[in-house]
């Protein structure tokens, strides 16, 4: 991210009030910003250069705020404080115009067709009666210096140039001339040089020097002429001493050229709508007219303003939170975004000014209107679904395989994924059409011009960096490989594969083969044709003639192995043998590796496909009845911070809360409707699921047993009597006796009852 220095007095009398260091970074924080450093020019100095040279320093404190890179509007001390100010609600956004002279023809740049070879395109425009103090002006050259780092790519892209517009006369010529006709003083030069005399003075200039590669090798340089051939500039390396501006400057002539007319425009947009406000006509802009080479003319600065619509529903949904739509729209105008409601629905119509060229999508306006609304003040929900992470199945047979070839004595390298045309085909011996690879359309040199398309290159170039190392050199490498491929959206594919080498005084094709065989058997690939693997020999021009073959795996050719040709191991600057393994690991996953890792869980299944399930044993839990709210509720309660039953993967213990539930639960039980979609989607693999350890179904209560009288009471049996006919009979023969028993004793004679009233 970009960082931003900016004198803390001076902020805060632009923002009309004083803040505390805690008070300001919390205010940062709520606009999308970061408080970095608070420090001071003296300390800077200091840290980087030693207490001696900070004697003379200042001692002002500066703020150091990082801003999103994108976000080019904050890159000066105007934009950060306009930007603060409307997001409080002390100003409203301004309204940036463009306008045409007060008399006279507006300002105009012609481009000759001989800069379609260098930088093609220029956009310009004026500042008219601008007021600069010292603070204005240094403020002016900082944001064209964080311009030209950031979206102007170090000045590959666009490369500002201005000019004291009363020291220069139009209309003003944009052309490209050889650099020994070029010749004018540069700016805080006392003399005039020649292009080429200043590419070989500013070779040593710290500042300069990172910039000549842009053209230096080109037949013409860039050059602006004014009416009276007086350079403006050379861009993209330096500007004329002549136009130079200062704090007297009053009039400012703003060019950009470049190879991106988008970012041309951006560019010149930021420079005018950040000091237009200095203008005696402030948020002003004055045109200029470009000329093109086809006789096609264009007005600028463009200063677009373009409007979007969207629904309240998308920002609420996006963000998690439930506000109206007007109070979305406000939240939206705090950004500079301003908004209204069209009526139509909950619709929001959002106007886009030139600051924003960072609004390209409905996501951007969304994320601006959670930043208004505070990311602190979103309410924490909890996720409808929990899911545990699972390591890619190619990436866990990758680390397994790696643990296992390191074992074998072999040692791995990692090497660059990007190569050049003639590492992947001239030194193996192939045609760069044959390789499919994937060409890298600018490409930064000429080490890194395709991606490629097998792993030996990068292994082969490691050992001739590795020579004086002692033999044998083993190495190995385990990583993806870029293919072409028409079937896929991107046209490309990723391949993992594995490559082995062996270097030696002897070329070791036993060893290579050796490790092939430790391979497949790690593997659980049996040596056999059809159902296993198995080698058989193959010409290729990469390897020794009759000393090469191809791996088969179940009928499938996945790779080569054999001892390298005498002429790939001489073009990889090697002077000893060299045998190689490589081959594709995918095929022994059972899957490609590109699989979903997500798929969607049907709401309802087919009614075809649905397998009938028995009707739960039990709704019995220790949570209580599930076939009843209190016992659902509970339950809910329970799942509310947990995504299992027991532990953090499925069990059965999940299975049986699953199966004892008499049908889904409703949506109001929202943790227990999660995580019962969560475990219906096992499917087929609930019986495979571990044990529990806990029981949370209980048996099914029994019935209530029905009244039994006295004489029907078993006093002496037992529980397990009663189902057969041995129990039945002792049970007769018992109560037989007890009736008999019971008839020889003495009938009483009478009875008398005697009525006791107790009286206090």
């Not at 200063?303 to 309240?312: H, N, P």
């Not at 994924?417 to 590492?423: T, Y």
Request: aromatic share 8%; glycine share 6%; charged share 25%.
């Amino acid at each position: 991210m970009p960082t931003v220095g900016v004198k803390r007095d001076l902020l805060f009398t632009a923002l009309g009030r004083t803040y505390t260091d805690e008070e300001f970074d919390e205010l940062c924080f709520e606009y999308g910003l970061e408080l970095d450093e608070i420090t001071s020019e003296k300390e800077i100095i200091s840290r980087e250069q030693g207490g001696s040279k900070a004697s003379g320093a200042s001692d002002v404190i500066l703020y150091k705020i990082d801003v999103p890179a994108n976000r080019y509007d904050l890159l000066c001390l105007e934009g950060l404080v306009r930007g603060l100010q409307v997001f409080m609600n002390k100003m409203e956004a301004p309204r940036y115009r463009r306008v045409r002279p007060l008399s006279g023809e507006p300002q105009q740049l012609i481009i000759t067709k001989e800069t379609a070879a260098v930088r093609p395109h220029a956009v310009a425009a004026v500042l008219r009666n601008i007021t600069f103090t010292q603070e204005r002006y240094d403020s002016f050259i900082e944001l064209q210096d964080k311009l030209h780092q950031n979206v102007c790519r170090k000045r590959s892209l666009v490369a500002i140039g201005t000019h004291d517009l009363d020291t220069i006369s139009g209309p003003f010529t944009y052309t490209a001339k050889p650099p020994g006709d070029i010749s004018f003083k540069p700016l805080n030069q006392t003399k005039e040089y020649t292009a080429t005399q200043l590419m070989s003075l500013y070779k040593t200039d710290s500042h300069l020097k990172h910039f000549l590669h842009i053209i230096e090798d080109k037949p013409v340089y860039p050059v602006i002429y004014d009416r009276n051939g007086v350079v403006l500039s050379m861009p993209p390396i330096i500007n004329g001493d002549h136009s130079k501006i200062s704090l007297k400057t009053k009039n400012v002539f703003i060019e950009c050229t470049a190879t991106d007319v988008t970012k041309a425009k951006i560019v010149l947009d930021m420079m005018v709508t950040m000091f237009s406000e200095y203008c005696s006509q402030p948020f002003t802009v004055e045109e200029a007219q470009v000329v093109y080479p086809d006789g096609k003319t264009c007005k600028y600065p463009e200063l677009a303003y373009r409007k979007e619509k969207l629904s309240s529903e998308f920002i609420n949904r996006k963000v998690g939170i439930n506000e109206s739509t007007e109070t979305l729209a406000r939240l939206l105008t705090k950004m500079c975004l301003r908004s209204e409601v069209t009526g139509v629905g909950d619709e929001i119509q959002v106007e886009i000014p030139p600051t924003r060229s960072d609004v390209i999508h409905a996501c951007d306006i969304m994320e601006d209107a959670a930043m208004a609304f505070g990311f602190n003040n979103i309410p924490y929900t909890t996720p409808l679904t929990y899911t545990v992470a699972h390591q890619l199945p190619v990436n866990k047979l990758t680390e397994l395989l790696r643990q296992e070839l390191a074992a074998a004595g072999f040692t791995e390298a990692l090497t660059f994924a990007l190569c050049s045309k003639e590492d992947i085909a001239d030194k193996l011996g192939k045609k760069i059409s044959e390789t499919r690879a994937v060409h890298i359309a600018n490409p930064k040199t000429a080490e890194f011009q395709v991606a490629r398309t097998t792993l030996l290159p990068g292994l082969l170039k490691t050992i001739s960096a590795n020579r004086k190392m002692p033999l044998p050199l083993k190495l190995f490498e385990i990583s993806d490989v870029v293919l072409k491929d028409e079937t896929k959206d991107v046209g490309a594919r990723n391949s993992r594969r594995f490559c082995a080498v062996y270097y030696n005084k002897s070329p070791g094709f036993e060893v290579i083969h050796g490790l092939l065989d430790r391979t497949m058997q790690l593997l659980e690939e049996k040596s056999a044709r059809g159902d296993g693997y198995h080698i058989q020999a193959a010409e290729d021009s990469t390897f020794f003639p009759g000393r090469c073959a191809e791996i088969f795996v179940r009928g499938a050719s996945v790779g080569r192995l054999g001892v390298l040709h005498p002429d790939v191991v001489a073009r990889f600057e090697l002077t000893m043998p060299c045998s190689a393994l490589e081959m594709d690991i995918e095929p022994f996953l059972g899957h490609t590796v590109e699989v979903q890792l997500t798929h969607d869980v049907p709401t309802q299944e087919v009614v075809a496909n649905k397998v009938p399930t028995p009707p739960p044993t039990s709704t019995r839990t220790v949570f209580g009845d599930v076939s009843a709210p209190a016992g659902l509720k509970a339950l809910d309660d329970f799942l509310a911070d947990k995504s299992y039953a027991e532990g953090f993967a499925a069990s059965q213990a999940d299975v049986a809360l699953f199966n004892a539930l008499p049908a889904a639960p409703a949506s109001s039980f929202c943790h227990l409707a999660r995580w019962y979609a969560h475990i219906k989607s096992f499917h087929g693999e609930r019986d495979r699921l571990p044990l529990a350890k806990t029981q949370f179904v209980l048996p099914a209560a029994a019935k209530d047993d029905e009244d039994v009288g006295e004489d029907d009471l078993d006093l002496f049996g037992s529980d397990d009597e009663a189902g057969s006919a041995e129990a039945r009979r002792i049970k007769e023969q018992r109560l037989a006796q007890y009736a008999a028993k019971k008839s020889e004793k003495p009938a009483p004679l009478a009875k008398s009852s005697i009525l006791l009233d107790v009286k206090p």
